[in-house]
């Protein structure tokens, strides 16, 4: 199993198939502060929904993982991944999320620095992106402190609690790393 120990009791690491129960109620715990930025509390409504994302999952990341669970104090606490890889590109997207109570503790930034590591070095990509709903004002400020930079807005990009919202488009270079 992938995982890789970070400072102050932060780790990431794979999900497995014994993390049906852990990563569902950790999907419940966060339902309400995801909806409002993400549809990832749908996909996994059920332990049977979860058991089959987990499944999903687990196949996505053979053989190279991109996809990593954050654990604080060995507590599943959040998640991050690259959403889409285009290999011919070199380019790949980045989503992640963190329970509230963990948020403003350096913990996110951590994972990130870890996950742009891992996509310049071991996925060899050349270009990482991140799309933050127009709203989420602590993620554009995560995005602008890990030397993204923004290159554009996405009108009405995405149908979420029953309205389209922007999305802003930030961008990072292997080279400006």
């Not at 009791?9 to 794979?14: P, T």
């Not at 749908?42 to 996505?60: L, P, R």
């Not at 959040?78 to 963990?102: K, M, V």
Request: hydrophobic content about 40%; glycine content about 6%.
């Amino acid at each position: 199993m992938f995982q890789q120990e970070l400072e102050n009791r932060i780790r990431i690491r794979v999900l497995e198939q014994s993390d049906i129960d852990a990563y569902h109620n950790l999907i419940m715990e966060a339902k309400e502060e995801l909806k409002e930025w993400l549809t990832v509390s749908e996909k996994v409504a059920t332990k049977e929904q979860t058991a089959e994302n987990i499944a999903y999952q687990m196949k996505v990341n053979n053989p190279v993982p991109t996809l990593f669970m954050i654990e604080f104090e060995n507590q599943l606490v959040g998640q991050i991944s690259f959403h889409t890889i285009d290999h011919t590109n070199q380019s790949g997207e980045i989503g992640y999320w963190l329970l509230r109570a963990y948020q403003g503790h350096g913990i996110m930034t951590k994972a990130l620095n870890f996950l742009i590591t891992y996509g310049f070095m071991t996925l060899k990509l050349h270009r990482l992106e991140m799309k933050i709903a127009k709203g989420n004002t602590k993620s554009h400020l995560l995005a602008k402190r890990l030397g993204f930079r923004q290159e554009g807005v996405l009108k009405e990009a995405k149908y979420l609690n029953g309205q389209f919202i922007d999305y802003i488009v930030y961008g990072l270079l292997e080279q400006d790393k």
